[in-house]
């Protein structure tokens, strides 16, 4: 089960950290995952925002790169998303899961809204 949490209302311009638990997965298993952050916006597809392995090694995409960064912490079993510079079009629910997805099931995810 992936429990997301972290959202939230911000202006743009401000950050937001959020966090991902992998809370009934055993730590080998979710050390296998290359484990990513994804969002989807009202109307559009969900889209991979990030991904990280379990060595740290990460990809960005570029509609985030430089504002957005991902990383794990494998004995919490807990992916992070530190973002910054929010600007309006980043409003989405965020979502983790592992990469790519498959079978498995998604969270609930968390909301976040940049307004100005």
């Given at each position: 089960?992936?429990?997301?949490?972290?959202?939230?209302l911000?202006?743009p311009?401000?950050?937001l950290?959020?966090?991902?638990?992998a809370s009934?997965?055993?730590?080998s298993?979710?050390?296998q995952?290359?484990?990513?952050?994804?969002r989807?916006?009202?109307?559009?597809?969900?889209?991979?925002?990030?991904?990280?392995?379990?060595?740290g090694n990460?990809?960005?995409?570029?509609?985030?790169?430089?504002?957005?960064?991902?990383?794990?912490h494998?004995?919490?079993?807990?992916?992070?998303l530190?973002?910054?510079?929010?600007?309006p079009?980043?409003t989405?629910?965020?979502?983790?899961?592992?990469?790519?997805?498959?079978?498995?099931?998604?969270?609930q995810?968390?909301?976040?809204?940049?307004?100005?």
């Amino acid at each position: 089960q992936l429990v997301e949490s972290g959202g939230g209302l911000v202006q743009p311009g401000g950050s937001l950290r959020l966090s991902c638990v992998a809370s009934r997965a055993i730590l080998s298993t979710f050390n296998q995952y290359v484990m990513g952050w994804y969002r989807q916006a009202p109307g559009k597809q969900r889209e991979l925002l990030a991904s990280v392995t379990k060595d740290g090694n990460t990809n960005v995409a570029d509609s985030v790169k430089g504002r957005f960064t991902i990383s794990r912490h494998n004995s919490k079993k807990t992916v992070y998303l530190q973002m910054n510079g929010l600007k309006p079009e980043d409003t989405a629910v965020y979502y983790c899961n592992s990469v790519p997805s498959g079978s498995n099931s998604w969270g609930q995810g968390t909301q976040v809204t940049v307004f100005s």
